[in-house]
């Protein structure tokens, strides 16, 4: 397994979670790594991604001025971490990497190469 997802867990509504992802695999021909998730019955859907070289990042509207995407260059890991947290945001939380999308691919989940394998979230109200 090259990419590692943790941190997922069972939370209120109103509270914070961190998720990390870890990249054991070609880190030296990565470009770019996000998270998605995927609730019960849903498509998977793009959740914010970062450029490895540079920081730049996207967000889905869905979570923008919640969740915060930054890395870690020298652990090779890629944390989301999750404020203000909705019922709604209860899904499995998977990360992804990628060497060579452009930033128009971001967020589509067909586009990334290699994935964790998965953390669930849990939002009670």
């Known amino acids: 397994v090259q990419l590692q997802a943790s941190g997922g867990g069972p939370v209120q509504a109103g509270g914070s979670l961190r998720l990390s992802c870890t990249d054991s695999?070609?880190?030296?021909?990565?470009?770019?790594m996000g998270w998605f998730r995927q609730a019960p019955g849903k498509e998977r859907e793009f959740v914010a991604a970062?450029?490895?070289?540079?920081?730049?990042?996207s967000y889905s509207d869905s979570v923008k001025g919640r969740f915060i995407i930054s890395k870690d260059t020298a652990k090779n890991t890629v944390h989301l971490q999750m404020n203000s947290l909705k019922p709604e945001d209860t899904a499995v939380y998977y990360c992804?990497?990628?060497?060579?999308?452009?930033?128009?691919?971001?967020?589509?989940?067909?586009?990334?190469?290699?994935w964790g394998q998965g953390t669930q979230v849990t939002v009670s109200s």
């Open positions: 992804a990497a990628d060497s060579t999308l452009i930033r128009s691919s971001w967020s589509n989940p067909t586009q990334y190469a290699a």
């Open positions: 695999g070609h880190t030296f021909r990565r470009k770019v």
């Open positions: 970062i450029l490895l070289s540079g920081g730049t990042t």
